[in-house]
């Protein structure tokens, strides 16, 4: 964390600096690279945190995410308009190296792990038994594919955060088009920038309730419920003619939202050794990012194609059969949940 953290401030305030639109690619591309913060703030917490406070401390961490992502559009442009471009770079920079500086002091890790190859990563006679799972067991040499043949709701959860990102990336570059096809003339960045927080505001409302309900009622019920809902929302999208009535909508949809990211990082964390948590979220993240660029291109395809309803009700279809594959495994998902929390209270 500590090294992407102050690599990403290097990086972001070097694009101040730069003189050509090959010199801000380039840095952009590095940019890239050093985005494994997130992902490791995310498995940090989803390992370090109670293990029936999970879901709750997931939940506050993407409310605190989605904050940003909904302050940061506008922080920025204020910026811009007073400041400059460039010295909205060095200002970001800054702010970024203050968050490296803040995890290196602030952030204590109080578990202690075995040294992990990725080429080797996990043999344990049975790493899904509970009673071994956190213990320093020796890790042996064997294919990360044994993880998966041994506990294949890992990989459920993988396809999950893929077809999540392919659904939100699908319609987010779509707005503002959208916005302006119900024949509104003015201001259609702002509507488009309004529908967009509407979004971001109800997912930040909910994401730490609903991921508390998760650790009382179990994370696979908020996810599927979640879910389902989710598709529902998607089809009215794709018919309205108001802008104001789609902000709402989106509204409500961010709220839905709220409880199917918390949910995942949670169940990833209770399926998954204790040897290979990090490179699991990693490896989820990956899905994530895979989604994003999957959902960029497949959205722009189908709306210049078929227009851009087609895109809201692909995607509730989507999400409807993201629905059915986790309908379908639903008892396992319970079980692994419930034999997790009976080794809790055993170990209390």
């Given at each position: 964390?500590?090294?992407?953290?102050?690599?990403s401030?290097?990086?972001?305030?070097?694009?101040?600096?730069v003189d050509?639109?090959l010199?801000?690619?380039?840095?952009r591309?590095?940019?890239?690279?050093?985005?494994?913060?997130p992902t490791?703030?995310?498995?940090?917490?989803?390992?370090?945190?109670p293990?029936q406070?999970?879901?709750?401390?997931?939940?506050?961490?993407?409310?605190?995410?989605?904050?940003?992502?909904?302050l940061?559009?506008?922080?920025?442009?204020?910026?811009?308009?007073?400041?400059?471009?460039?010295?909205?770079?060095?200002?970001?920079?800054?702010?970024?190296?203050?968050?490296?500086?803040?995890?290196?002091?602030?952030?204590?890790?109080?578990?202690?792990?075995?040294?992990?190859?990725?080429?080797?990563?996990?043999?344990?006679?049975n790493?899904?038994?509970s009673?071994?799972?956190?213990?320093?067991?020796?890790?042996?040499?064997?294919?990360?594919?044994?993880?998966?043949?041994?506990?294949p709701?890992?990989?459920?959860?993988?396809?999950?955060?893929?077809?999540?990102?392919?659904?939100f990336?699908?319609?987010?570059?779509?707005?503002s088009?959208?916005v302006?096809?119900?024949?509104?003339v003015?201001?259609?960045?702002?509507?488009?920038?309004?529908?967009?927080?509407?979004?971001?505001l109800?997912?930040?409302?909910?994401?730490?309730?609903l991921g508390?309900?998760?650790?009382?009622?179990?994370?696979s019920?908020?996810?599927?419920?979640?879910?389902?809902?989710?598709a529902?929302?998607?089809?009215p999208?794709?018919l309205?003619?108001?802008?104001?009535?789609?902000?709402?909508?989106?509204?409500?949809?961010?709220?839905?939202i709220g409880?199917v990211?918390?949910?995942?990082?949670?169940?990833l964390?209770?399926?998954?050794?204790?040897?290979?948590?990090g490179?699991?979220f990693?490896?989820?993240?990956?899905?994530?990012?895979?989604?994003n660029l999957?959902?960029?291109?497949?959205?722009?395809?189908?709306?210049?194609?078929f227009?851009?309803s087609?895109?809201?009700?692909?995607?509730?279809?989507?999400?409807?059969?993201?629905?059915?594959m986790i309908?379908?495994?639903?008892k396992r998902?319970?079980k692994?949940?419930?034999?997790?929390?009976?080794?809790y209270?055993m170990?209390?």
């Amino acid at each position: 964390m500590v090294i992407t953290g102050l690599g990403s401030a290097v990086v972001i305030g070097a694009m101040g600096l730069v003189d050509t639109p090959l010199q801000l690619l380039l840095l952009r591309a590095a940019f890239g690279t050093m985005g494994g913060y997130p992902t490791s703030s995310v498995a940090l917490l989803a390992i370090e945190a109670p293990k029936q406070k999970v879901g709750n401390a997931l939940g506050t961490l993407q409310t605190g995410q989605v904050t940003g992502q909904l302050l940061g559009p506008l922080i920025g442009g204020v910026l811009a308009e007073w400041l400059g471009i460039r010295d909205s770079f060095y200002i970001t920079g800054f702010f970024i190296f203050l968050a490296a500086l803040l995890t290196i002091f602030g952030v204590k890790e109080a578990n202690t792990y075995t040294k992990f190859k990725f080429r080797g990563l996990l043999k344990l006679s049975n790493p899904f038994q509970s009673k071994i799972r956190n213990q320093a067991i020796p890790v042996k040499k064997t294919a990360f594919r044994q993880v998966l043949g041994q506990s294949p709701l890992i990989l459920t959860l993988f396809i999950s955060t893929f077809l999540i990102s392919i659904s939100f990336a699908s319609i987010s570059p779509m707005i503002s088009l959208y916005v302006r096809s119900m024949n509104i003339v003015d201001h259609i960045e702002i509507m488009a920038g309004l529908i967009f927080a509407s979004t971001a505001l109800g997912t930040m409302i909910t994401a730490p309730i609903l991921g508390r309900m998760g650790d009382r009622y179990g994370h696979s019920i908020i996810l599927l419920i979640s879910l389902i809902l989710i598709a529902i929302l998607h089809i009215p999208q794709g018919l309205v003619t108001d802008p104001w009535v789609l902000m709402g909508i989106r509204f409500i949809t961010g709220l839905c939202i709220g409880g199917v990211i918390p949910s995942i990082s949670s169940l990833l964390r209770k399926l998954t050794p204790t040897p290979i948590q990090g490179s699991v979220f990693a490896y989820n993240a990956s899905a994530g990012s895979l989604g994003n660029l999957s959902g960029a291109l497949f959205g722009g395809l189908v709306a210049s194609s078929f227009g851009i309803s087609l895109v809201f009700y692909l995607i509730a279809g989507v999400f409807f059969v993201h629905f059915l594959m986790i309908t379908v495994q639903f008892k396992r998902f319970r079980k692994a949940e419930l034999e997790e929390e009976a080794t809790y209270e055993m170990d209390k």
